[in-house]
């Protein structure tokens, strides 16, 4: 019995001499592991996975040294080291630049406070719209007509449409099939879609970086996949080697089987699009009646 209390005595004070672990930091080492995970999963998806493994084989180099004392190549490192951080910002612009932007395309506040989008140019994304963009994309899809078409949602286009030439012409079947049509003038880039409106054609889209992609999908299939990493837009796309159609949305492409499901995923997008500002406007609604009545 003396032994089993001396045993209790020696674990307490062991357990004694740890850090204490409270809620705070619980959430701090979730916050931070989540952190890490995220950066780790882009490293991996773009070209910073390429230039982490050349940096570590700096670093291998760069133990080697200092086991081996070789002063002269170690003096050289420690110079180095400040303009090396420099460097390596520039190195990576391209992939912060585009971090940054998934970043900012979170429309965190507009999630949580409704905003009143009835008078946002082209917010109709009605059901005759639905239809006409399906219809249009499958008949494409049939003579294999290559065509990258982007659906405007939260993020503005407008960088983007500027890259075109503007249209400015309600959705119509007809009208899109044109514009993809071979040796036009206005087939080759995407076309930017706002509410009900054809916005503008011929636009250039950032190419995605995401190494994951199908090698065997092309250019077109690229740029739907970058455009959808850098704002929260949902692009169709119709191969022009095979007339498969793809969604792309949030970074990742969705290939289509028909017309049913495709018109599911637009009538998704307009459903999404119509609570916050009809909530907003069923409240002002109630207001004014409410103030005529007691007038």
Same mark, same amino acid.
């Given at each position: 019995?003396?032994? %089993?209390?001396?045993?209790? /005595? ?5 357990? @004694? ?13 979730? !916050?931070?592991? %989540? ?26 180099? @760069?133990?080697?040294? *200092?086991? %081996? ?15 090396? =951080?420099?460097?390596?910002?520039? *190195? ?23 905003? /009143? ?7 109709? %994304? ?16 049939? *003579? ?6 982007? !659906? ?7 960088? !983007? ?10 959705? @119509? ?17 995407? =076309? ?34 970058? =455009?959808?990493?850098?704002? /929260?837009?949902?692009?169709? =796309? ?58």
């Amino acid at each position: 019995m003396d032994i %089993f209390l001396e045993v209790l /005595d020696k674990l307490s004070s062991w357990l @004694s001499l740890l850090p204490r672990i409270s809620a705070k930091n619980i959430v701090e080492i979730a !916050i931070i592991s %989540f952190l890490v995970y995220e950066l780790l999963v882009w490293i991996k998806n773009t070209r910073a996975w390429t230039l982490l493994k050349g940096l570590l084989v700096i670093f291998a180099f @760069s133990v080697v040294v *200092v086991l %081996f004392k070789l002063d002269t190549i170690l003096w050289i490192i420690k110079n180095i080291t400040a303009i090396a =951080v420099t460097a390596l910002l520039v *190195v990576f612009q391209p992939e912060l630049r585009k971090a940054l932007e998934q970043l900012g395309s979170q429309n965190i506040i507009t999630n949580f406070l409704p905003v /009143d989008s009835s008078g946002k140019e082209g917010s109709g %994304f009605n059901e005759r719209t639905v239809n006409e963009l399906v219809r249009a994309t499958f008949e494409m899809a049939k *003579v294999k007509t290559g065509a990258l078409m982007v !659906i405007e949602r939260g993020t503005s286009l407008k960088e !983007i449409e500027r890259t075109g030439i503007e249209i400015n012409g309600l959705i @119509s079947s007809q009208l899109l099939i044109n514009i993809f049509e071979h040796n036009t003038p206005l087939h080759d880039g995407a =076309v930017v879609i706002r509410g009900n409106r054809v916005a503008a054609a011929t636009c250039y889209l950032p190419l995605s970086d995401n190494m994951s992609i199908n090698k065997a999908l092309g250019t077109r299939h690229r740029a739907a996949v970058g =455009v959808s990493e850098s704002t /929260d837009s949902l692009t169709i =796309v119709v191969s022009e080697e095979t007339g498969r159609v793809s969604v792309a949305q949030e970074g990742h492409l969705q290939t289509i089987s028909d017309a049913e499901t495709l018109r599911t995923i637009l009538s998704g997008i307009r459903e999404t699009a119509e609570p916050s500002g009809s909530r907003f406007r069923l409240w002002k609604g109630r207001l004014i009646n409410g103030k005529k009545a007691d007038k």
